[in-house]
């Protein structure tokens, strides 16, 4: 079922929102505000948007090293994003997380993970919560196609099919883990073909087409949430950016990057769509992509204005605080 | 007073904390057949039958879904069946669990127990025997519980579920059939409580887990001599209750650190550690370190039954302790 | 490719020799003189000595917390065997290992192992050694049902996989992993069908029926030796003992036992097919279990003759003796 | 004599070792793509590109094929991208590779090195930044190598390579560009023997990896307050040269540990303690250690550089020594 069109300029929106913090992200990781590992998921939006478009706020997702725009998808609060890349203490990890370990808990964002492959038992779990308690809350577990070599996928994704866990597997498969080719580390052809290997539906879509993800996001939650159990779902795209800063990319043809960026831009694809059928409008798609560049000034303004943490806190949060708990 | 062993005072406890909340649960493996492995969780799965998961062999999952039930809200007990296949699962313990509420600034709280039996028993070899509380002393933001009695299973195991944070809680296998006085009503004992086991003047004998009844035959032992050993047991490791260690040992002004782990870099290090440094002028003979060889358990049953301190080594070191000084 | 008849009768012999062994070992362990987790094989016996013949000396096995029958089909020193669950100094290991650690590496085979799954890698690892060396060995890694959910068989099996490696991945599907029933804990049918996963062959065979084990091992080994890279196999069985002394065994029906040791014990069936076409002849049937029955007793009495080990050898085999390796 | 960073001594170390051994393979994750995630094996896929295997990120498997590899009679260099991973094969390390020559009772030989990038770097936060040394000291049947030099790296590790044990070896991510002379040979240094980077006589540093070269701008700083230190430097953790440690602090009367790891239950409670054990008549002042806090470490960049001990921090503790006795 195809989305009403005021959902789809929302996801197109958030495609926006994903680009314009990342691109300003990437500026201020260039001047040094931000420091540590970065990982870019620019070329890659659609995979997020379209899976979190069918979530509650109260839905859990769990995300990767990657995970800027699963943050945003779901609703984290951007500029408490950016504060936190700055190591302020108005980051929404305080400071102490930087862009691997981003979280809203507030929105069901349980957390990035610097540990690839570290997010299958969680996001099993946080979905057997659900089964547990009995509420309809549905888990979406992001992974990259590296991720899939873990054990942890293997463990993780036969647990939640034997227990028939409300949860979704969705590989974001980028093509390259770190520097080297998918291909050259499976002999499998389609991260789909590994489902019946847990006896779970698998599925393949274009990543670059929020369209067809939101599709198969949208079937895949309604089924998890009506206790239809776990899906698999690859999406195949693309990182328009090296993995981390500084990334020489010798490892892949510039003109295969070129075609993702020019040719498979998930966003343009979308805007595309959206004025062939005359949805968006020119002054539209202008004022979508101020409101969210305002958006990111402010996020930095915010940012800027957040003081570094004080040296306190290099303890607290260690253990709850017992005062403040009590 | 009634008396109970180990095992049924811990299998009391879950019950009971199953009973008192309904957000705990139990998953491991084999856990809910014959009463699981070491027959622990007995009775549970006809008390509480949708509340007890048996897994696949899946060490790393078991973990890591507790991890990710506990941030969504429950508060699971895991067991992984030895302590030495957490070896599996240790990304999920200390990248996971234990950094959790860090990384996130506060925002995450992971209340599971983390049910690790371990040390010596039935001559199992070197990959059913290790005993490896100092790995977890040593990761910022978990607990560490070793209960050395019926009583303070009993007491400990609740306290270990009501914590926000992550807590290994360390059952001595040998220990499952040990006796006590466990009273009807147990009051949670808070972590990072020390328990003066037995008052002494001579020597304070810290002692961990299993050591603790051999400290304790130790003195009956040493009494004849007419020595009068302190027996202190910390409980807890993490958080571990240095004051009460030191208090005593100023007052002994000699101490010996009992465990059953290897010796090098294991929590007698620690512990022992701890207490020099803050007792330098009040000893009367370096503190000493009774601790398993530094080996892989053997099989062979009398080589195994070398690896860790014996009761006539604890009389022998507070001998030679009494004889330095 | 049928084996000629003499092998089989090899076969045969040896399934005794391993039946025998733990029959004797289950008395011994009875008695107190074998400690330890103890794990039987019988009614297993087909796996282990239908690989095992095709193997050469220098090929490598590795075990599993249930390796009497491996040790015994690749040739091991049964005396020395025994000597080790009596936790001799006689024993394989010196007695420091005991059951789940038995291995003979004069006859490659590199160990049992008593983490479950722990298998995988090592496995792996020598079949690289054997790639990288330019050698024709091949490796046969035997693991259970149980095993199989372990996050090593994935990331291994994929190595192995991709790397092409002489390698033979063999399940022995006992349908049970300690006390719970294999279809419980995965939706698969068969473990054959995990293979696609790989992209690897996969085949199910018969556990019980030596001949069918023995083909399948037959056509798996020479393509590893030949390059063909890594096969997953399947050999559906099952153990007629409990998983280790004093199992109660509710977990699973006596009539199923009762079937599974009456109308499918690979020893009998391998017995009756000899006799019905004249291979084996009552006397020699006779003498082959008598060879046997003595064998096993001098197997006893060489571990009764041995001594405990010396207290100083707690301490020796935790490094190489620098004094001795000079 | 020539200078080299850190990186490069060991990049030549590696070539030298597999040209001189074709058992030498290395196998990791990116390590023959753009040098290599921290660039130290750069050159070795054009030299020797049969004996360099990049693999999937399945770290258990990586360590798991490097035990068999070991085992059938290869010399595997595994690399573990950053020490926080080592997590994920822990069972291999600790129940396979360490453990494999005893349980076998001698059969076997598991001579491998695994490659341990450590330490903070770059404020890469909680899971990229640990030290778990004192992990490993516990285990039996490991040696753990820790060099602090460009020249103690090139002399570690051919010896890491020939041993015919497992070899954990450390590299602390933060001294790969530090600069220092390297011989154009030089002899493998033997396991097990500290070496005195300085000679003092008023307080011994001992200190580990990255903290070596700290206490010896302390020791400049110091000797202008007329404070002599000497500073020793164990380079291997296990086994550990507790003669020379416990020589140097007899000698000077008081002894500091210092390392990077968190304190609770790490490297510097084990050395502290040996130290202790052996010096107790001869001490002015109870042996201090200093170490990382004991908390994950923080991403904030002000935060993260206050977590492991710093040249003032070591002055000060030197300082406070010598006021106590
Ligand atoms: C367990 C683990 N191994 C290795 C790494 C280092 N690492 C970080 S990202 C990455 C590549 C991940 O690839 P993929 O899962 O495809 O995600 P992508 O980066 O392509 O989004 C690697 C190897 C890590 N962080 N964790
Ligand atoms: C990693 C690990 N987890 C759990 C165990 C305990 N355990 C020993 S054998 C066993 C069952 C194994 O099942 P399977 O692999 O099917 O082998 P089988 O016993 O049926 O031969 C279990 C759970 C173990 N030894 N290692
Ligand atoms: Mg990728
Ligand atoms: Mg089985």
Redesign the interface.
């Known amino acids: 079922m195809e989305p009403a069109p005021e959902q789809l300029k929302e996801m197109y929106r958030t495609m926006w929102r994903i680009r314009l913090f990342e691109e300003e992200a990437n500026r201020q990781q260039a001047f040094g505000n931000v420091q540590g590992s970065f990982h870019m998921y620019i070329g890659e939006e659609a995979v997020a948007v379209g899976f979190c478009a069918h979530l509650r706020s109260d839905d ?1 997702i ?1 995300g990767t090293h990657r995970s800027h725009g699963h943050f945003i998808a779901k609703g984290g609060r951007i500029e408490r994003m950016m504060a936190e890349l700055f190591g302020r203490e108005g ?7 930087g862009s691997m ?1 981003v ?3 507030s929105v069901g964002m ?2 990035a ?3 690839v492959g ?1 997010g ?11 089964q ?2 009995g509420d309809d809350r549905v ?1 979406v577990c992001f992974f990259g196609d590296g991720a899939m070599q873990r ?2 996928f293997h ?2 994704i ?2 939640g099919a ?2 028939n866990l409300p949860v979704i597997y969705v590989c974001e498969n980028n093509q390259y883990q770190q520097w080297i080719p998918q291909r050259r580390m499976t002999k499998v052809t389609s991260v789909r073909d590994m489902a019946p290997s847990y006896g779970i539906p698998g599925e393949s879509v274009d990543g670059q087409d929020v369209l067809a993800v939101s599709e198969v996001a949208s079937r895949a939650i309604d089924r998890a949430r009506t206790g239809g159990g776990p899906t698999l779902i690859e999406c195949v795209t693309y990182r328009f950016h090296g993995h981390s800063p500084g990334d020489l990319q010798e490892y892949r043809d510039k003109e295969e990057v070129e075609y993702w960026r020019t040719e498979r831009d998930p966003i343009q694809l979308l805007r595309t769509y959206l004025i062939e059928r005359q949805q968006l409008g020119e002054d539209e798609d202008a004022a979508i992509r101020a409101a969210a560049t305002v958006e990111i000034e402010s996020a930095v303004a915010f940012a800027e204005a957040s003081a570094f943490p004080p040296d306190e806190e290099i303890v ?6 017992a005062a403040a ?1 009590s | 007073m009634r008396t109970m062993t180990f095992r049924d005072a811990l299998n009391e406890a879950i019950h009971e904390e199953m009973a008192r909340d309904d957000r705990v ?1 139990l998953i491991g ?2 856990i809910a ?2 009463g699981g ?1 070491l027959a622990v969780t007995k009775g549970i799965p006809e008390a509480f039958p ?2 007890i ?9 078991i ?12 508060r ?1 007990v895991a067991e992984v069946m030895y302590i ?2 957490v ?2 699962a ?7 669990a ?12 992971v209340p599971m127990v983390l049910r690790l039996p371990c040390g010596l028993a ?7 025997c290790q005993a ?1 509380e ?2 977890f ?5 978990l ?1 560490v519980v070793v209960p050395s009695t019926p009583r303070d299973a009993k007491g400990l195991f609740p306290t270990a579920v009501r914590e ?2 992550p807590v290994l809680f360390l059952e001595y296998k040998r220990i499952y059939s040990l006796e006590g006085e466990v009273p009807e009503a147990v009051e949670p004992i808070p972590l990072g409580a020390a328990d003066i086991k037995r008052e002494g003047e001579d020597v304070t004998v810290v002692a961990v887990g299993p050591m603790v009844s051999k400290a304790l035959e130790a003195a009956v032992l040493l009494e004849d001599e007419g020595i009068d050993i302190e027996v202190v047991d910390p409980r807890s490791l ?1 958080p ?1 209750d240095v004051d009460t260690l030191v208090a005593s040992a100023r007052r002994t002004g000699r101490a010996i650190i009992c465990a059953e ?2 010796l ?7 512990i ?2 701890a207490v ?2 803050r007792c ?1 002028t009040d000893l009367a ?5 009774l601790a398993a ?4 358990v ?6 195994a039954d ?2 860790v301190p014996s009761v006539e080594q604890v009389v022998q070191t507070v001998k030679d302790v009494m004889d330095e000084g």
């Open positions: 859990y769990v980051g929404i990890c305080r400071g102490k997380g370990h979280a809203d808990f349980l957390g993970n610097g540990i570290g299958f038992g969680p996001a099993t779990g946080a979905a057997l919560a659900s547990l308690r888990t054990g942890t463990e993780a036969n647990i034997i227990w607290t949060d260690v253990y709850v605080d708990a | 649960f493996e084999d057949t014959h492995n949708d509340r998961r048996e897994t696949p062999i899946s060490e790393a999952a973990v890591g879904i507790a991890v990710g039930a506990a941030l969504a809200g429950m699971p030495d296949f070896t599996i240790m990304d999920e313990v200390v990248n996971q234990a950094k959790m509420r860090y990384m996130t600034g506060g925002q995450a709280s039935r001559y199992s070899a070197a990959q059913h490896l100092s790995w002393m040593h990761v910022p933001g607990h926000p944070d993490s571990l782990d290897a090098m870099a294991g929590c007698t290090a620690e022992a550690c020099s440094e330098f003979a370096p503190v000493k370190r060889l530094d080996v892989p053997p099989y062979s049953p009398p080589l070398k690896v």
